[in-house]
T-cell receptor, first 114, second 110 residues
Framework: GAGVSQSPRYKVAKRGQDVALRCDPI?????LFWYQQALGQGPEFLTY????????KSGLPSDRFFAERPEGSVSTLKIQRTQQEDSAVYLC????????????FGPGTRLTVT | GENVEQHPSTLSVQEGDSAVIKCTYS??????FPWYKQELGKGPQLIID?????GEKKDQRIAVTLNKTAKHFSLHITETQPEDSAVYFC?????????FGDGTTLTVKP
Protein backbone atom coordinates (compact mmCIF):
# COMPACT_ATOMS: atom_id res chain seq x y z
CA GLY A 1 0.00 0.00 0.00
CA ALA A 2 0.94 3.65 -0.06
CA GLY A 3 3.55 4.87 2.37
CA VAL A 4 3.77 8.13 4.28
CA SER A 5 3.64 11.12 1.95
CA GLN A 6 4.70 14.69 2.63
CA SER A 7 4.12 17.88 0.71
CA PRO A 8 5.65 19.98 -0.50
CA ARG A 9 8.93 18.12 -0.98
CA TYR A 10 10.83 21.41 -1.19
CA LYS A 11 9.92 24.81 0.18
CA VAL A 12 11.83 28.06 -0.06
CA ALA A 13 10.61 30.81 2.25
CA LYS A 14 11.82 34.31 2.88
CA ARG A 15 12.67 35.08 6.46
CA GLY A 16 9.54 36.17 8.28
CA GLN A 17 7.11 34.19 6.12
CA ASP A 18 4.78 31.54 7.51
CA VAL A 19 4.92 27.99 6.12
CA ALA A 20 2.69 24.92 6.41
CA LEU A 21 4.01 21.42 5.87
CA ARG A 22 1.63 18.52 5.31
CA CYS A 23 1.91 14.86 6.27
CA ASP A 24 -0.37 12.07 5.04
CA PRO A 25 0.28 9.02 7.24
CA ILE A 26 -0.36 5.42 6.32
CA UNK A 27 -4.09 4.79 6.52
CA UNK A 28 -5.15 3.46 9.91
CA UNK A 29 -1.94 4.41 11.70
CA UNK A 30 -2.67 5.65 15.18
CA UNK A 31 0.58 7.45 15.96
CA LEU A 32 2.17 10.32 14.06
CA PHE A 33 5.51 11.99 14.71
CA TRP A 34 7.31 15.07 13.42
CA TYR A 35 11.10 15.35 13.39
CA GLN A 36 13.57 18.02 12.30
CA GLN A 37 16.77 16.85 10.62
CA ALA A 38 19.66 19.24 10.16
CA LEU A 39 22.31 18.45 7.56
CA GLY A 40 24.62 15.67 8.73
CA GLN A 41 22.68 14.96 11.90
CA GLY A 42 20.08 12.53 13.13
CA PRO A 43 16.39 13.42 13.26
CA GLU A 44 15.35 15.40 16.33
CA PHE A 45 11.94 14.78 17.87
CA LEU A 46 9.46 17.63 17.63
CA THR A 47 6.04 16.27 18.55
CA TYR A 48 3.86 13.13 18.82
CA UNK A 49 0.16 12.54 18.18
CA UNK A 50 -1.93 9.58 19.17
CA UNK A 51 -4.99 9.90 16.95
CA UNK A 52 -5.96 13.59 17.25
CA UNK A 53 -4.42 14.09 20.66
CA UNK A 54 -1.02 15.76 20.84
CA UNK A 55 0.61 13.77 23.62
CA UNK A 56 4.08 15.29 23.55
CA LYS A 57 5.22 18.60 22.10
CA SER A 58 8.34 18.94 24.17
CA GLY A 59 10.60 19.04 21.11
CA LEU A 60 9.04 22.08 19.43
CA PRO A 61 11.86 24.64 19.49
CA SER A 62 9.72 27.72 20.04
CA ASP A 63 6.15 28.98 20.09
CA ARG A 64 6.55 29.75 16.39
CA PHE A 65 6.10 26.03 15.75
CA PHE A 66 2.64 24.54 15.86
CA ALA A 67 1.33 21.12 14.83
CA GLU A 68 -2.16 19.75 14.50
CA ARG A 69 -3.94 16.55 13.51
CA PRO A 70 -7.60 17.53 13.85
CA GLU A 71 -9.24 14.34 12.54
CA GLY A 72 -6.58 11.86 13.59
CA SER A 73 -5.25 11.40 10.07
CA VAL A 74 -3.52 14.18 8.09
CA SER A 75 -1.21 16.42 10.09
CA THR A 76 0.13 19.90 9.44
CA LEU A 77 3.26 21.44 10.92
CA LYS A 78 3.13 25.22 10.81
CA ILE A 79 6.08 27.51 11.32
CA GLN A 80 5.37 31.19 11.79
CA ARG A 81 7.80 34.03 11.07
CA THR A 82 10.44 31.66 9.69
CA GLN A 83 14.08 32.27 10.56
CA GLN A 84 17.26 30.99 8.91
CA GLU A 85 17.87 28.49 11.70
CA ASP A 86 14.59 26.80 10.74
CA SER A 87 16.22 25.56 7.52
CA ALA A 88 16.22 21.77 7.74
CA VAL A 89 14.45 18.66 6.50
CA TYR A 90 11.17 18.06 8.32
CA LEU A 91 10.30 14.38 8.56
CA CYS A 92 6.96 12.85 9.38
CA UNK A 93 6.54 9.26 10.57
CA UNK A 94 3.52 7.14 11.41
CA UNK A 95 3.01 3.94 13.35
CA UNK A 96 0.17 1.49 13.64
CA UNK A 97 1.07 1.11 17.29
CA UNK A 98 1.12 3.49 20.21
CA UNK A 99 4.34 4.32 22.00
CA UNK A 100 6.67 5.00 19.10
CA UNK A 101 7.46 1.51 17.89
CA UNK A 102 7.82 0.57 14.20
CA UNK A 103 7.74 4.03 12.71
CA UNK A 104 7.48 4.49 8.95
CA PHE A 105 8.97 7.70 7.66
CA GLY A 106 7.97 9.90 4.77
CA PRO A 107 10.53 11.41 2.36
CA GLY A 108 10.61 14.72 4.21
CA THR A 109 10.15 18.35 3.28
CA ARG A 110 13.34 20.34 2.77
CA LEU A 111 12.76 23.88 4.04
CA THR A 112 15.20 26.60 3.06
CA VAL A 113 14.77 30.02 4.65
CA THR A 114 16.54 32.81 2.79
CA GLY B 1 16.63 13.95 28.79
CA GLU B 2 17.93 11.03 26.75
CA ASN B 3 21.34 11.25 25.09
CA VAL B 4 22.42 8.80 22.39
CA GLU B 5 26.01 8.55 21.17
CA GLN B 6 26.86 6.63 18.01
CA HIS B 7 30.24 5.41 16.76
CA PRO B 8 31.94 5.43 14.35
CA SER B 9 30.73 8.41 12.32
CA THR B 10 32.15 6.86 9.14
CA LEU B 11 32.92 3.26 8.29
CA SER B 12 34.43 1.84 5.13
CA VAL B 13 34.55 -1.91 4.49
CA GLN B 14 35.25 -4.25 1.60
CA GLU B 15 32.34 -6.12 0.08
CA GLY B 16 31.80 -9.34 1.99
CA ASP B 17 33.27 -8.04 5.25
CA SER B 18 31.26 -7.38 8.39
CA ALA B 19 30.33 -3.95 9.74
CA VAL B 20 29.60 -3.06 13.36
CA ILE B 21 28.05 0.18 14.61
CA LYS B 22 27.75 0.92 18.33
CA CYS B 23 25.46 3.19 20.34
CA THR B 24 25.17 4.13 23.98
CA TYR B 25 22.21 5.73 25.71
CA SER B 26 21.74 7.47 29.03
CA UNK B 27 18.09 7.07 30.10
CA UNK B 28 17.35 3.73 31.77
CA UNK B 29 13.65 4.30 31.00
CA UNK B 30 14.28 3.78 27.26
CA UNK B 31 12.75 0.47 26.27
CA UNK B 32 12.78 0.31 22.47
CA PHE B 33 15.85 0.53 20.24
CA PRO B 34 15.34 0.75 16.46
CA TRP B 35 17.93 1.03 13.71
CA TYR B 36 17.27 2.97 10.53
CA LYS B 37 18.94 3.14 7.12
CA GLN B 38 18.74 6.45 5.27
CA GLU B 39 19.65 6.88 1.62
CA LEU B 40 20.25 10.25 0.01
CA GLY B 41 17.05 12.25 -0.40
CA LYS B 42 14.89 9.71 1.40
CA GLY B 43 13.43 9.31 4.84
CA PRO B 44 14.89 6.80 7.33
CA GLN B 45 13.81 3.20 6.81
CA LEU B 46 13.43 0.86 9.78
CA ILE B 47 15.70 -2.16 9.28
CA ILE B 48 15.62 -3.88 12.67
CA ASP B 49 14.56 -3.14 16.22
CA UNK B 50 14.88 -4.62 19.68
CA UNK B 51 12.93 -4.24 22.86
CA UNK B 52 14.46 -3.92 26.29
CA UNK B 53 13.47 -7.42 27.39
CA UNK B 54 15.50 -9.06 24.61
CA GLY B 55 19.28 -9.34 24.36
CA GLU B 56 19.72 -10.18 20.69
CA LYS B 57 17.71 -10.26 17.48
CA LYS B 58 18.70 -11.39 14.02
CA ASP B 59 17.16 -10.93 10.57
CA GLN B 60 19.12 -12.51 7.74
CA ARG B 61 22.39 -10.53 7.43
CA ILE B 62 21.65 -8.03 10.16
CA ALA B 63 21.59 -8.48 13.92
CA VAL B 64 21.25 -6.22 16.92
CA THR B 65 22.49 -6.81 20.46
CA LEU B 66 21.43 -4.95 23.59
CA ASN B 67 23.18 -4.70 26.96
CA LYS B 68 20.76 -2.94 29.29
CA THR B 69 23.15 -2.94 32.22
CA ALA B 70 25.82 -1.12 30.26
CA LYS B 71 23.26 0.90 28.28
CA HIS B 72 24.69 0.07 24.90
CA PHE B 73 23.44 -1.62 21.76
CA SER B 74 25.06 -2.55 18.48
CA LEU B 75 24.18 -3.26 14.85
CA HIS B 76 26.01 -6.02 13.02
CA ILE B 77 25.86 -6.42 9.25
CA THR B 78 27.50 -9.54 7.80
CA GLU B 79 28.48 -10.24 4.19
CA THR B 80 28.16 -6.57 3.28
CA GLN B 81 27.10 -5.61 -0.24
CA PRO B 82 27.50 -2.30 -2.12
CA GLU B 83 23.77 -1.65 -1.71
CA ASP B 84 24.29 -1.57 2.07
CA SER B 85 26.08 1.77 1.57
CA ALA B 86 23.99 4.42 3.34
CA VAL B 87 23.73 6.38 6.59
CA TYR B 88 22.64 4.29 9.57
CA PHE B 89 20.99 5.74 12.67
CA CYS B 90 20.34 4.17 16.04
CA UNK B 91 17.62 5.48 18.34
CA UNK B 92 16.44 5.00 21.91
CA UNK B 93 12.73 5.41 22.60
CA UNK B 94 10.32 5.66 25.49
CA UNK B 95 6.64 6.61 25.59
CA UNK B 96 6.59 7.73 21.98
CA UNK B 97 9.65 9.96 22.06
CA UNK B 98 12.71 8.79 20.11
CA UNK B 99 16.23 10.17 20.46
CA PHE B 100 18.53 9.47 17.52
CA GLY B 101 22.29 9.17 17.25
CA ASP B 102 24.15 11.35 14.77
CA GLY B 103 24.52 8.58 12.22
CA THR B 104 27.20 6.38 10.67
CA THR B 105 28.03 6.70 6.99
CA LEU B 106 28.77 3.17 5.78
CA THR B 107 30.61 2.70 2.49
CA VAL B 108 30.95 -0.79 1.08
CA LYS B 109 33.65 -0.99 -1.58
CA PRO B 110 33.12 -3.53 -4.35
Amino acid sequence: GAGVSQSPRYKVAKRGQDVALRCDPISGHVSLFWYQQALGQGPEFLTYFQNEAQLDKSGLPSDRFFAERPEGSVSTLKIQRTQQEDSAVYLCASSLLTGGREQYFGPGTRLTVT
Amino acid sequence: GENVEQHPSTLSVQEGDSAVIKCTYSDSASNYFPWYKQELGKGPQLIIDIRSNVGEKKDQRIAVTLNKTAKHFSLHITETQPEDSAVYFCAASTAGKSTFGDGTTLTVKP
